[in-house]
């Protein structure tokens, strides 16, 4: 055998073997990484949080907030805090001035007191209006219509006609989805334990663009308003009128909150078209059902003046007759006579 292939394997196996010791050498003197407890936050006051987004225009209500602890450090002296009286009865009325997400602190200046300079503006959305309309007990639906409900305005109405008779009784839904602002001169109803009272009111404030304000002013001056208290969940029913429509555009990625969002904007949106009519004749068969019709021609006597108001009864024409009607006046007309 060759000398030198022998010493280059033993060479070899050599360097294998140091290598190898080197190696365990470094495993073993590493020392494991240590773990190491992250240091927890100190827990501090509870503070004042909402439990769902406000935006802005919203009326608090009692389960829009709730306490929640807070990290000490992070405690802001705008905050409201159970220490500092932050008490949440308090608040049920107040009107959201700059959005609050769900989780966030509540400060003290993101809400507006009742009394205060521009309370009933941080209640109105962008764009629209506050009116103020008359209601009794049976049109402002016995006092059940709250802060924040959303309701239809039917106009009830008498239209008078030219000729004798009773004027044709007509109702008809002037506006939908309107928001409530407010009853009376108070923006909630509620008690001292945050339930909802009925009472009688006398004015009720609504939310409407500033054409809607316009027709509700004319409205009070034709005839008497009414309050049609709407359900919650006629907003699902008016979403999916209002894509069959056109009026919305669907989001096209299936995103819960696009459709979250747009379900909130069209249950949020007053409608001032597809009124609905009905007369009386539709409630009564001794109802009209169309206005008074004019009267016939006066008769006049030789000085001009006239003899009588009423409609007379004409000479019946000898021979075939043809009837001729105009409206709801009906002649008769014998044939070959011009």
Known sequence: MDVKKIVLLVGALIVAAVTAVMAKNMFTGASAPQAQATPMVQAGPEVLVATRALPVGTIIDAEALRFQPWPKGLIQPAYYTKENGGDPASLIGTVVRNEITAGQPITQGSLVKPGERG????????GMRAITVG?????????FVFPGDRVD???????????????????????????????DQ??????ESGNNVAKTVSTVTLEATPQMAEKVAVAQKIGELSLSLRSIADNTAELERAIAAGEVDVPDN?????ERKML???????IDTGSTVTVGADVSRYQRRTVPAKPAAQTVSQGGASEDSRPQASAKPAGPVVRVARGNTVTEVAVGVK
């Open 264 to 270: 909130i904007s069209i249950a949020s949106r007053p």
């Open 119 to 126: 309370f009933l503006a941080a209640a109105l959305g962008p």
């Open 153 to 183: 305005i039917v106009l009830t109405q008498e239209v008078e006609g030219g000729g004798e008779g009773e004027a044709l009784k007509v109702a008809e839904t002037v506006l939908r989805n309107v928001r409530v602002l407010a009853v």
């Open 186 to 191: 108070s923006l909630t109803a509620q008690d």
């Open 254 to 258: 299936n995103d819960p909150k696009a």
């Open 135 to 143: 209601v009794s007990p049976t049109s402002g639906v016995a006092g």
